[in-house]
């Protein structure tokens, strides 16, 4: 399986981005899927992850409420809204897959999200 980024880009703060995430290979039914973070000089963050089955969602705490995250199990496709863009949400964006609820085994590539003004 891989998984394909795509949708990050240059926003002013307050703005909206809208993140998405395929992916392609074999058959694919994960546990759960989930968008993380990485800004220079930063460890990794999570930002958010869904039940592949159920579609139950968590959140990090720096980004409740301002982000959303969806599935599109037709598609393959998890997608990341994120609204009240802040200069602090800017980083590498990445997805990742936890396959047989084990952790998460699977990544892609990254997507760069730059918040500025």
């Known amino acids: 399986v891989q998984l394909q980024a795509s949708g990050g880009g240059v926003v002013e703060p307050g703005g909206s981005l809208r993140l998405s995430c395929v992916a392609s290979?074999?058959?694919?039914?994960?546990?759960?899927m989930g968008w993380f973070r990485q800004a220079p000089g930063k460890e990794r963050e999570f930002v958010a992850h869904i039940n592949w089955y159920g579609g139950i969602s968590y959140y990090g705490d720096s980004v409740q409420g301002r982000f959303f995250i969806s599935k599109d199990s037709t598609k393959n496709a998890v997608f990341l809204q994120m609204s009240s863009l802040k200069p602090e949400d800017t980083a590498v964006y990445f997805c990742?897959?936890?396959?047989?609820?084990?952790?998460?085994?699977?990544w892609g590539q990254g997507t760069q999200v730059t918040v500025s003004s």
């Open positions: 290979g074999r058959s694919f039914s994960p546990y759960a």
């Open positions: 990742a897959a936890d396959s047989e609820a084990l952790g998460w085994d699977v």
